[in-house]
C-alpha cells in the first residue's frame, strides 16, 4: 500500500460539466502522475508533477489540467467533460520511499454522457 | 516518438505450462523498464529493470532486460489460475524535474485454464 487514495472512485456526469478528480497521498512522494487506461490503448500520461506548482504535459492532455498546491494532492480537472473522456484514470506516485519505483492508486472510474 | 510494444497481445494456456510474454522499446532517454500484473484494478508492481542481462525474479516470475537489443521478456514457469491477468510492460524515460514518465505497452492478456 503506497498510501495513494483516489476519489471519486466512481462517477457519471454529463457532457459539458466539470469534473475533478482527486488523489491524495500520505507519505510525502514528490512525484505524482495522472493516467488513463482505454481498450486497445493501454496507460497513457495525461500529467505530471515533480513537485508543488511544478507539472508538465504527458501524451494525452489536451482538455485536461492539473494543479498541485501542496505535496499531498493532486487534482485532475476537465474543464468541460465529453465522451471520448470516459474512462478509468489512475493516479501513481513515486518517491524515494518507493525505490523509485511507480505505484498506482485503485483508479477513478468517469462515464460522460 | 516513444514506442513499447508488447507480444503476443493475448495468450490461453492450461496450469503447469510456462509463459514467455515480450516487450520491446524505442524510447529516448531510457531510465528502466518495468512490469506490472493487473486484475481488473490497480497494477500491481512485479520488476524493475535497469541493467542489461540481469535476471530478475520472484517465485514463479522472472525477467530480463537486453538494453542492445531494446526488449524485456517475462517468464512464468507452472502457471496457474492465479496468474491470470493483464501483464504490462513500461519504459521509463526522463521527463521535467529529472522525474521518469512511463510510457506503457498495450499490455498482454494472460489466461490460464484449469
Known amino acids: 500500500d503506497a498510501g495513494i487514495t483516489q476519489s471519486p472512485r466512481h462517477k457519471v456526469t454529463e457532457t459539458g460539466t466539470p469534473v475533478t478528480l482527486r488523489c491524495h497521498q500520505t507519505?510525502?512522494?514528490?512525484?505524482m502522475y495522472w493516467y488513463r487506461q482505454d481498450p486497445g490503448h493501454g496507460l497513457r500520461l495525461i500529467h505530471y508533477?515533480?513537485?508543488?506548482?511544478?507539472?508538465d504535459k504527458g501524451e494525452v492532455s489536451d482538455g485536461y489540467s492539473v494543479s498541485r498546491s501542496k505535496t499531498e494532492d493532486f487534482l485532475l480537472t476537465l474543464e468541460s467533460a465529453t465522451s471520448s473522456q470516459t474512462s478509468v484514470y489512475f493516479c501513481?506516485?513515486?518517491?524515494?520511499?518507493?525505490?523509485?519505483?511507480?505505484?498506482f492508486g485503485e483508479g477513478s472510474w468517469l462515464t460522460v454522457v | 516518438e516513444d514506442k513499447v510494444v508488447q507480444s503476443p497481445l493475448s495468450l490461453v494456456v492450461h496450469e503447469g505450462d510456462t509463459v514467455t510474454l515480450n516487450c520491446s522499446y524505442e524510447?529516448?532517454?531510457?531510465?528502466?523498464l518495468l512490469w506490472y500484473k493487473q486484475e481488473k484494478k490497480a497494477p500491481t508492481f512485479l520488476f524493475m529493470l535497469?541493467?542489461?542481462?540481469i535476471e530478475k525474479k520472484s517465485g514463479r516470475l522472472s525477467s530480463i532486460l537486453d538494453k542492445k537489443e531494446l526488449f524485456s521478456i517475462l517468464n512464468i514457469t507452472a502457471t496457474q489460475t492465479g496468474d491470470s491477468a493483464v501483464y504490462l510492460c513500461?519504459?521509463?524515460?526522463?521527463?521535467?524535474?529529472?522525474?521518469?514518465?512511463?510510457?506503457f505497452g498495450q499490455g498482454t492478456t494472460l489466461q490460464v485454464k484449469p
Open positions: 501513481a506516485i513515486r518517491g524515494p520511499g518507493t525505490g523509485n519505483t511507480i505505484y
Open positions: 507519505e510525502n512522494h514528490r512525484y
Open positions: 508533477s515533480y513537485g508543488v506548482k511544478d507539472t
Open positions: 524510447v529516448t532517454n531510457f531510465r528502466s
Open positions: 535497469t541493467s542489461s542481462g
Open positions: 513500461a519504459v521509463e524515460a526522463s521527463g521535467s524535474g529529472n522525474t521518469g514518465k512511463l510510457i
